[in-house]
């Protein structure tokens, strides 16, 4: 019999976060893997140039997207700075896939930014995991390699919220011109023929992409009980999906996984972008280099703040070093890290940025709110037949070839209101509760105080209600074999209405963002979610995985009323990696931070390119709707702006051409150590921090 610590252990494929401190990071550097290493591309802070056309601000999934596409046009001079190693002193905890699982990179520094929510009071007044990839590729070199793509009426949603009167903007994201991003940035393998006979997915190659960077397949072998999911979920009312990638994801399937199938390794953003590239003199990529600031020019153009230089350093207390911007900064740090640099860059809502101490820029309230997650909870089981984790602990030679290494925990659903609620009656009755509700929450859940913000919180929560909520997937359903001895099956919240926000106490870097997700605060989420336990358990019930399962361990079967579900729910949740919002798409006078064309609003010439500035949530995990967007952004990059104004509501604003936005001659700072600005700012000190502490707590009321 498993003791509980196992079981915890291994309750992870989504949960990942318990594995935090499973595994020291001890890796040879005898891996080190010359081949994928294009020296010429990776320079040190002090072989940089002074200045570059293009800025980018972090390295992850979308960082380097921007970086091979800029860096294509010998002409373009491109930099990436990147907070995190490259990765290369870590190979097979990047590159295996079950190193997910049983190796992870996660919860360990420096791969890990090991960020922690505030106290969270709707989920047990934790401080709960935020893990974010460090490394070179982000947050796509830790994680769990699911490829799923969002559904149509979400991403029309999108493009609603984002130009109510401006077709071209709406055009720029809507769904059909999404879908084709989604294709391109993918080379789809299908499954091998056992693999299909075992799990029975389904699929259409229509829907999908041949000549795109990254690789998308399904693992090289399927652990048999994989071939339980699909029926037993039919059992339960829960069809399977002919094909989840065209816009409609309802129902069950095996998810696509990020892998190359020459060598059942991860495909990532850098495998994937820039491992392939020759060495090309005109992109210099400088890892741990942590940016802690934009700087401005002095004079406006057009009534806006122009980026001239950009200031890093390589660990706290360390020099300011600086570089100048020719054209742009592109905002590329995630969802928790580029609100946090616009932040310290005075970029924000006033009373934060008083409030820290940063001198405000450029008055944007949006900045950091609008914070929205998925959260995921699993419902475990032992099981006496073969598991992934089983066949992992044998340690036989199968247990040690790249095929089993391979595997993903692939089998999901998406579940709609219907059938988790059982029924359209009681469905329709749940939502309209929801939607009578917009304006009280409007009024008592946004956690800002500025009015823009409150009517963007209206906007989102009445454009969920009326169009995602109705046929979307409220609930991701997800079929857990990684642990021995036993199951778990997980529910994921895919379109919570509890929204908070991620802001900064301290003008440095080197302090964490406070992150404050409100999770659970709106209590439509903690209904669906003990719905969704419910379904899990009628889905266990089912032949053939009943006869897989024992005794139900996690919550156990004593946790049976809607009541003592939602208080185990609220002790039991956690991430499930999927954060966003902090810099919303969204008109400006409903509090957004970019328009239409990613540009930051008050800014000539700063983008934010990255899971940040979503809108709305997906029901999906958030790699391919972020590639997809920085594909679309850097065709926006170099061919111009899609639309005037992008975002405003009010489209009276000027065109501003893309070269140009950025030039600027006066005002940036020299290339070199500690600039004036950089001085002038200063740093902080833990004693001034704790100064501050009474304020923060008037912050949080
Ligand atoms: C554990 C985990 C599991 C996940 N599983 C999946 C999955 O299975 N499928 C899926 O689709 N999605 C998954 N995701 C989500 C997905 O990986 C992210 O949504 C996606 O990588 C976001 O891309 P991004 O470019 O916005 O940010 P990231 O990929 O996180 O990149 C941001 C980069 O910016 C750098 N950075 C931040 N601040 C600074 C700074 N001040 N200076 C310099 N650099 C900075 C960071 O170090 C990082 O490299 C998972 C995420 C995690 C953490
Ligand atoms: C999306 O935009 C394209 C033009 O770019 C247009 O042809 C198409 O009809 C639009 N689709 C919808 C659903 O509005
Ligand atoms: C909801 O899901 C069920 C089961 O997957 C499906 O039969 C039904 O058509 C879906 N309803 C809507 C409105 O999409
Ligand atoms: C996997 O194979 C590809 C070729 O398809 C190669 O470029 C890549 O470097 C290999 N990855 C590893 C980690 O060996
Ligand atoms: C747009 O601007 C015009 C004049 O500049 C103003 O009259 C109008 O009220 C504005 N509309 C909105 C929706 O803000």
């Given at each position: 019999?498993?003791?509980?610590?196992?079981?915890?252990?291994?309750?992870?494929?989504?949960?990942?976060?318990?594995?935090?401190?499973?595994?020291?990071?001890?890796?040879?550097?005898?891996?080190?893997?010359?081949?994928?290493?294009?020296?010429?591309?990776?320079?040190?802070?002090?072989?940089?140039?002074?200045?570059?056309?293009?800025?980018?601000?972090?390295?992850?999934?979308?960082?380097?997207?921007?970086?091979?596409?800029?860096?294509?046009?010998?002409?373009?001079?491109?930099?990436?700075?990147?907070?995190?190693?490259?990765?290369?002193?870590?190979?097979?905890?990047?590159?295996?896939?079950?190193?997910?699982?049983?190796?992870?990179?996660?919860?360990?520094?420096?791969?890990?930014?090991?960020?922690?929510?505030v106290p969270q009071p709707?989920?047990?007044?934790?401080?709960?995991?935020?893990?974010?990839?460090?490394?070179?590729?982000?947050?796509?070199?830790?994680?769990?390699?699911?490829?799923?793509?969002?559904?149509?009426?979400?991403?029309?949603?999108?493009?609603?919220?984002?130009?109510?009167?401006?077709?071209?903007?709406?055009?720029?994201?809507?769904?059909?011109?999404?879908?084709?991003?989604?294709?391109?940035?993918?080379?789809?393998?299908p499954p091998l023929p056992d693999v299909q006979s075992v799990a029975g997915m389904k699929y259409d190659a229509a829907s999908?992409?041949?000549?795109?960077?990254?690789?998308?397949?399904?693992?090289?072998?399927?652990?048999?009980?994989?071939?339980?999911?699909?029926?037993?979920?039919?059992?339960?009312?829960?069809?399977?999906?002919?094909?989840?990638?065209?816009?409609?994801?309802?129902?069950?399937?095996?998810?696509?996984?990020?892998?190359?199938?020459?060598?059942?390794?991860?495909?990532?953003?850098?495998?994937?972008?820039?491992?392939?590239?020759?060495?090309?003199?005109?992109?210099?990529?400088?890892?741990?280099?942590?940016?802690?600031?934009?700087?401005?020019?002095?004079?406006?153009?057009?009534?806006?703040?122009?980026?001239?230089?950009?200031?890093?350093?390589?660990?706290?207390?360390?020099?300011?070093?600086?570089?100048?911007?020719?054209?742009?900064?592109?905002?590329?740090?995630?969802?928790?890290?580029?609100?946090?640099?616009?932040?310290l860059s005075g970029?924000?809502?006033?009373?934060?940025?008083?409030?820290?101490?940063?001198?405000?820029?450029?008055?944007?309230?949006?900045?950091?709110?609008?914070?929205?997650?998925?959260?995921?909870?699993?419902?475990?089981?032992?099981?006496?037949?073969?598991?992934?984790?089983?066949?992992?602990?044998?340690?036989?030679?199968?247990?040690q070839s790249a095929e089993f290494n391979s595997f993903i925990n692939s089998g999901i659903a998406y579940v709609n209101g219907s059938r988790l609620f059982d029924g359209d009656a009681s469905f329709s009755t749940f939502l309209s509760s929801i939607s009578s509700a917009v304006d009280s929450s409007a009024a008592s859940l946004v956690p800002s105080q500025y009015d823009p913000v409150v009517q963007g919180y209206k906007a989102v929560y009445q454009t969920i209600a009326s169009s995602s909520y109705p046929t979307t997937g409220l609930i991701e359903i997800l079929f857990s074999i990684n642990s021995a001895g036993a199951v778990s099956i997980q529910v994921g919240l895919q379109q919570p209405f509890s929204r908070g926000r991620v802001y900064i106490t301290s003008p440095s870097v080197y302090d964490a963002p406070a992150i404050d997700p409100q999770y659970f605060t709106h209590p439509a989420d903690v209904t669906v979610m003990r719905q969704a336990v419910r379904l899990v358990r009628l889905i266990a019930q089912q032949s053939p995985l009943k006869d897989a399962l024992g005794e139900?361990?996690?919550?156990?079967?004593?946790?049976?009323?809607?009541?003592?579900?939602?208080?185990?729910?609220?002790?039991?949740?956690?991430?499930?990696?999927?954060?966003?919002?902090?810099?919303?798409?969204?008109?400006?006078d409903k509090g957004g931070v970019v328009d239409a064309n990613l540009k930051v609003y008050g800014l000539s010439n700063v983008r934010v390119v990255d899971s940040s500035v979503f809108p709305v949530t997906f029901s999906a995990h958030l790699m391919t709707p972020t590639y997809a967007l920085a594909e679309k952004a850097v065709d926006i990059i170099l061919n111009g702006n899609t639309t005037p104004s992008g975002g405003s509501s009010n489209s009276s604003t000027s065109t501003t051409g893309n070269d140009k936005t950025g030039s600027t001659s006066s005002g940036a700072s020299d290339s070199g150590t500690s600039s004036k600005t950089g001085a002038a700012m200063g740093r902080v000190s833990a004693s001034w921090l704790a100064l501050f502490v009474p304020f923060l707590a008037a912050l949080l009321m």
């Open positions: 019999m498993l003791s509980l610590g196992t079981l915890v252990f291994c309750i992870s494929s989504v949960s990942l976060s318990h594995l935090v401190h499973a595994t020291p990071v001890h890796e040879p550097h005898s891996h080190f893997n010359r081949h994928a290493f294009h020296k010429r591309n990776y320079v040190t802070p002090d072989q940089r140039s002074s200045s570059y056309d293009y800025v980018i601000v972090g390295g992850g999934l979308a960082g380097l997207v921007l970086a091979a596409r800029l860096s294509d046009d010998s002409s373009k001079t491109v930099l990436v700075l990147e907070a995190g190693p490259n990765g290369d002193a870590v190979p097979t905890k990047i590159n295996v896939p079950s190193s997910t699982y049983y190796d992870s990179l996660l919860g360990v520094a420096p791969y890990d930014w090991v960020y922690t929510t709707n989920a047990g007044n934790r401080n709960m995991a935020q893990p974010r990839g460090k490394v070179l590729g982000g947050s796509s070199a830790v994680n769990g390699m699911y490829l799923v793509r969002p559904a149509q009426v979400e991403v029309d949603a999108w493009s609603s919220l984002i130009a109510p009167n401006d077709k071209t903007a709406a055009e720029t994201w809507n769904w059909s011109n999404f879908f084709t991003a989604l294709k391109n940035i993918e080379t789809f393998t999908h992409g041949t000549t795109g960077k990254v690789h998308a397949t399904y693992p090289a072998y399927m652990v048999p009980i994989s071939s339980t999911w699909l029926p037993s979920l039919e059992g339960a009312g829960i069809a399977t999906s002919p094909d989840s990638y065209s816009g409609n994801n309802i129902g069950g399937m095996f998810a696509l996984s990020a892998e190359n199938p020459s060598n059942w390794t991860r495909s990532y953003s850098k495998s994937a972008y820039i491992d392939t590239l020759p060495p090309r003199p005109n992109l210099h990529i400088i890892t741990d280099a942590t940016v802690e600031r934009i700087v401005f020019a002095d004079n406006l153009v057009a009534g806006d703040r122009v980026a001239s230089a950009v200031e890093f350093s390589t660990g706290p207390g360390t020099p300011v070093l600086s570089v100048n911007v020719n054209k742009e900064a592109l905002l590329c740090g995630g969802a928790y890290g580029s609100p946090h640099v616009l932040l970029v924000g809502p006033k009373d934060v940025l008083d409030g820290a101490k940063v001198t405000v820029q450029n008055e944007l309230p949006g900045v950091g709110q609008h914070l929205s997650d998925h959260l995921s909870a699993g419902v475990a089981f032992t099981s006496n037949v073969d598991t992934q984790g089983t066949i992992k602990s044998s340690g036989s030679v199968f247990s139900e361990l996690k919550p156990g079967t004593a946790v049976s009323s809607d009541e003592d579900i939602e208080n185990w729910l609220r002790g039991a949740v956690g991430t499930e990696y999927h954060p966003s919002g902090g810099c919303s798409m969204l008109p400006k």
